[in-house]
């Protein structure tokens, strides 16, 4: 087997290799709470940019008292170091058993792979705003705007992948600036020299090769916020969609998963482990974790693993099975109550966006 790109594991399920994607094994996935650096899905919409770190500079802009142009080396020594533990999750993770429903089409099809945890290191995005004049208060009704530097087409134009954040969202001290990933620089596949994290929010906004920021009235009119990450109703199509109608995605929702076992797996009867991942948006936290292992009848609480606010919840559950068929299914619970619709249908989109229906998995008890 060659090694995939980007020094990525042999393991590593590349999905895409011109603009890169790929994810870690499911079985892998949640092997460990903070995914290793090899096995950290990659969502990418154009090429990974090459970047000379002497002549880089992150500008903010826009709407600031004061307009900085910085290099790496400015960053790293004017602002305090900081380090966060968080889940980036890609808004199309599960996009896979959306397209069983209908076809979704020109989108990849993640499984439940879009989604991996490290710890980051850099500068909190507050202080460098604050350098720049901005103001939490005074300011708040205004965006951040984050460009990266790589480009990539749509409707016959070329340009650079954008997003934004409200600045309420921009001046919480989660939201950092990052040059490390796991105790390393960042990899070039993931956003060298620098990139945004924004922990609760979809990955989209965690702005890989970062170079400008800008403070705006409006949210980000480029298309990465103004046509994709947006979500809409069942019975909107590419032919009928009013882009302008779609709900801008931010906040991730509450969703868990199964990672131990595959479709139509074969186990053997006994005491059978089930394990996952769940996890739930803005700063909310997962509260409970429920198992099924006949199609949603009955449940069992499973055993909650958590290290750090802005981190997934790893659960697992060890339940007796007789031999035959079962549906494993899992559903999670937030600090608000909120939880997974049963029905897949009920979600169905046609970008494919925030499936979290309870996750089903078909298994044999041999
Ligand atoms: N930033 C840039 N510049 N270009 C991109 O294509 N993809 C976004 C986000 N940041 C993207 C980007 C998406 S959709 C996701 S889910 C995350 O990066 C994925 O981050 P990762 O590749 O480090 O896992």
Redesign the pocket.
């Known amino acids: 087997m060659t090694k995939p790109l980007f020094d990525k594991h042999t393991n590593f399920v590349v999905k895409q290799e011109n603009?890169f994607?790929g994810g870690p094994p499911p079985k892998l996935l949640n092997r460990s709470h903070t995914t290793p650096t090899d096995l950290?899905?990659?969502?990418?919409?154009?090429d990974v940019p090459e970047v000379d770190v002497n002549s880089y500079r992150l500008e903010i802009n826009g709407r600031v008292a004061k307009v900085l142009s910085l290099s790496l080396d400015e960053i790293k020594n004017n602002f305090e170091h900081v380090t966060i533990s968080a889940t980036?999750?890609?808004?199309?993770n599960r996009r896979e058993e959306l397209m069983a429903v209908k076809p979704i089409l020109k989108e990849l099809k993640w499984g439940v792979d879009?989604i991996?945890h490290a710890v980051w290191a850099g500068v909190r995005l507050r202080d460098v705003l604050s350098a720049a004049g901005v103001e939490s208060e005074a300011d708040s009704h205004l965006h951040i705007e984050?460009g990266?530097?790589?480009t990539?087409e749509r409707l016959n134009k070329r340009f650079?992948?954008?997003?934004s954040i409200p600045l309420s969202k921009g001046f919480c001290s989660e939201v950092i600036l990052a040059y490390e990933?796991n105790g390393e620089p960042l990899p070039p596949?993931?956003?060298f020299p620098l990139?945004?994290i924004v922990p609760g929010y979809?990955?989209?906004?965690?702005?890989?090769?970062?170079d400008r920021i800008t403070i705006q009235d409006e949210p980000s009119q480029n298309y990465?916020q103004r046509h994709a990450?947006r979500l809409f109703a069942s019975d909107i199509d590419p032919e009928n969609v009013k882009w302008e109608e779609g709900v801008m995605l931010g906040e991730m929702n509450v969703t868990s998963v199964i990672c131990s076992h595959q479709e139509n797996e074969e186990v053997d009867s006994g005491t059978v482990t089930i394990q996952g991942y769940a996890i739930a948006g803005g700063g909310r936290e997962i509260t409970r974790v429920d198992v099924s292992c006949d199609c949603g009848a009955t449940w069992i609480q499973a055993e909650l693993l958590k290290d750090s606010s802005w981190a997934w919840t790893l659960w697992k559950a060890s339940v007796e099975l007789k031999p035959g068929k079962h549906q494993l299914a899992v559903r999670a619970m937030d600090t608000a109550i909120n939880t997974q619709p049963e029905n897949i249908s009920q979600v169905w989109n046609f970008k494919g966006y925030m499936n979290n229906a309870w996750h089903r998995v078909n298994i044999e008890v041999k």
Not at 40 to 46: A, D, E, K, N
Not at 88 to 92: H, K, N, P, T, V
Not at 160 to 163: C, L, R
């Open positions: 603009p994607n950290f899905f990659v969502r990418s919409h154009g980036l999750q890609c808004a199309g879009a991996s984050f990266g530097l790589d990539t650079n992948f954008g997003g990933m596949v993931h956003g990139r945004a979809i990955g989209a906004r965690s702005v890989k090769w970062l990465f990450y």
